[in-house]
C-alpha cells in the first residue's frame, strides 16, 4: 500500500472480526433505541425491519468487504476514496476521511453517553434517593473516556484480550436476557403481536411513521468499518477484514433479531413501557421484577462500555492514518506511535478528547448534545457510500482475494441506494409537533462539518493533501519497516 510498517501485527481473524461486532453491539443498539421504535411503527416495524434493514446492510458490509481486500489500510474508507477516484483523488479522500472522523468521534460520544445515563439509571434503582442530573451523566462519560483512553493506551494486545472478552460478554449476556424474558414471565403476548402497528411520532401518515421505525436497526448496525480500520494490524488482512466485517454483520443480524424477539413478547402493558423514559428497562422491571432487571441491566451497561471502547480503538487507527497522509493539524505528532507499545498513544488521547469536547454540551443542554452528536450515523454511512459509489464507476477496479467476482458492481449499487435511502431518513423530522426539543438535528450538524471540511479545503488543503502519500517503491518502503 506504499507505507513503511510502524503497527504490530497482533489481531487474528477472530479478533478483527470482535472489534465490528463489539462496535455494532446488539445490547447497545437495541437497549438505546428500542422506545424509539415502540412509537414508530412498533412491533411490526422492529422485528420485520429489523429483517430488512439487515439484509441491506449485509449488501454494504460485502461491497466495503471487497474495497477492504483490495485496500487493507488504517486509512480504510478515506484511503480507498482515494485510490478509487479518477479524477480529484485528493477531494475524494480528504471529504471521506472528514465525515468518517466526525461519524466516529460522534459515535463514542453517543456511546459512553448512554452508557453515562443507563449507569445512573441503575444508582437511581439501587438508590431511590439518587436524582441523576446532567451535569453528573457528563462527569461520568468523561470518567469513561478517561478508562477507555488508557486501555487503548497499552499494547494491541490488551486491546485484543478485551475485544475477545466483550464478544463473549455480548453472546452471553445476550443468552441470559433472552432467557430470562423468556422463561420468567407467566405471560407473553400471542404470535399475532408481531403485526401490531403503532405510530405515536405525531405525524398522521402511517407509512412514514413505520419508515422512522427502521432507523432502530440502522442506528445498530455501525461502525463495522472497524474491522477495515484495523486491517494493518490484522493477520492475512486481505482475507481476514472483511470476513470481519461480514461475520460481524451476519452475527449481530441473527442475534440481535433474537433479542429483538424476546423483548417484544415480554411486553405488558404497552402504552406504560413506551412513555416511560427508558422503555426496555421499564419492561424488564415488568416482567421480571426489579431485582432481577437490575442484574440484566450491569449486562447492558457492560456491553455499552465495551462498545465504547471498541469505537475508541477504531478512531483511533483512522485518526492514526489520516495523519499520517497530513490531513489533520498537527498531523506528525498523531500518527507518531510509541516505541514500547506499539500503539499510536498520541492518537489514542486525541480521540478520547473530541468526545468529551462533543458531550460537554449536554452539561448545558441535552437538545444541544443531540444537535452535536447526531452527524454520527448520517457522517458514517456517506463516509461509508463513497468509496463503494467510486468503486461502481470503475471498471478495472483491482480486487483482492476476498472478492464477489460478477456481483460486484449490482451488490454495490444496491449498497449505495440505501445508504442514500437511510440518509434521507436520518434527516427527514422524528417527532411532530416539531420543537427545539424534537427538531432533528442532522441536517444542520451534516451542513456545519461539510462547510468547514469546504473552506478549510478551498482555503489551505487542496494545495497540500493530495490523497494518500506513497512512501516511495515495495523496496524502498520495506527497508523503512521498524519492525
Known sequence: MGYPRKLTRRFRAFDNFAISFTIINIISGIFSSFGFGMNAGGPRILIFGWIGVSIMVLFVGAAMGEIASAYPTSGALYFSAGKLAKRHQGAWSWYTGWLNFVGQVGGTAATNFAAATFIQAFIAMQW????????????????????????????????????????????????????????????????????????????????????????????????????????????KATVNAPRGIMRAITYSAITGLILMLALVYAIRDYGHAASAEAPPVQILVDALGQSTAKFLLLIVIGAMLFCGLANMTSNTRQIFAFSRDGAMPGSRWWH?????????????????????????????????FTAVVSVNVVGLFLAYAVPIFLRLRLDDFQAGPWN???????????????????????????????????????????????????????????????????????????????I
Open 404 to 482: 464477489l467476482g460478477r456481483y460486484g458492481k449490482p451488490v454495490a449499487a444496491v449498497a449505495v441506494a440505501w445508504i442514500l435511502i437511510s440518509n434521507v431518513l436520518f434527516m427527514l423530522p422524528q417527532a411532530s409537533p416539531i420543537t427545539p426539543a424534537s427538531f432533528n438535528y442532522a441536517p444542520i450538524a451534516l451542513a456545519v462539518v461539510l462547510v468547514i471540511a469546504t473552506v478549510w479545503w478551498f482555503a489551505t488543503a487542496r494545495r497540500r493533501f493530495q490523497g494518500p502519500v506513497s512512501y516511495g517503491r515495495p523496496d524502498e518502503v520495506a527497508a523503512m519497516d521498524l
Open 128 to 235: 431511590p434517593s439518587y436524582e441523576p442530573t446532567a451535569q453528573q451523566t457528563v462527569g461520568i462519560t468523561a470518567a469513561i473516556l478517561l478508562l477507555q483512553a488508557l486501555a487503548n493506551t497499552y499494547t494491541v494486545r490488551l486491546v485484543a484480550l478485551v475485544n475477545r472478552i466483550s464478544v463473549w460478554w455480548l453472546l452471553i449476556g445476550m443468552v441470559v436476557i433472552v432467557s430470562a424474558l423468556a422463561l420468567v414471565p407467566d405471560h407473553h403476548q400471542p404470535p399475532s403481536f408481531a403485526m401490531h402497528f403503532v405510530n405515536n411520532t405525531g405525524f398522521t401518515h402511517a407509512i412514514y411513521g413505520g419508515m422512522l421505525g427502521l432507523l432502530v436497526t440502522s442506528w445498530t448496525f455501525t461502525g463495522f468499518d472497524g474491522s477495515f480500520h484495523m486491517s494493518e494490524e490484522t493477520v
Open 336 to 368: 507518531s506511535v510509541s516505541a514500547r507499545t506499539r500503539t499510536p498513544v498520541k492518537a489514542v488521547w486525541l480521540a478520547a478528547a473530541c468526545p468529551l469536547v462533543l458531550v460537554l454540551p449536554g452539561w448545558w443542554s441535552h437538545t444541544a
